[in-house]
């Protein structure tokens, strides 16, 4: 057993890098276009990391790579983008908005927002099945509902809003101090 046929990598690491770089860059633009169900309860970018990592890391553990080098390069690549991405979103909330969905409005004053629904594929049905889920029978009960961005949903009723305080719901994010 030749242990350097196994850890010298069987291309460039330029051309690795690349390869990690332009797959994980495609599949992050295509799965943010696809929306926010498709990815179940989690997000957009976690599902893509735990996927292409999978993916990266089977192909130097089979040996349908020539060497684990090469599967560990495109991990390294694949996670690094991820922090990147992570990272720009957190620093320049303008980018946050490019690379991460926000919550989408399905309902506002009890009118359901059919742009949303029909964007989102998600029927009448659904919106109807997750309210029954908060104890609701109509829609004219919601002040607000949400897509959230990893899926879920979120109901706001009209009695909650009418019960909180004013201005309680409002939270000045960009401050350091509590």
Partial sequence: ??????????????????RGTITFLLLYILIRIVGRRESG??????????VLIADAASTGMTGDSQ???????????ILFWSIVIDALG???????????????????????????MRREFITYEEVMSQ??????????????????????????TKKQAADEPPG?????????QD
């Fill in 67 to 77: 060497t684990i080098a090469d599967g560990f390069i495109l991990v390294v690549v």
């Fill in 131 to 156: 309210l029954r889920l908060q104890g609701l029978e109509d829609p004219s009960e919601v002040q607000r509902a949400y897509i959230e961005p990893n899926g879920s949903f979120s109901i706001v």
């Fill in 41 to 50: 309860g989690v997000g957009v970018t976690d599902l893509l990391v735990v």
């Fill in 1 to 18: 057993m030749n242990w350097s046929d196994w850890l010298t990598p069987s291309m460039s690491v330029l051309e690795l890098v690349a």
């Fill in 90 to 116: 957190y620093r320049f909330p303008r980018f946050a908005r490019l690379l991460k969905s926000g919550p989408q409005p399905l309902i506002v004053d009890g009118k359901l927002v059919r742009r949303t």
């Fill in 168 to 176: 309680s719901h409002q939270h000045d994010w960009g401050s350091d």
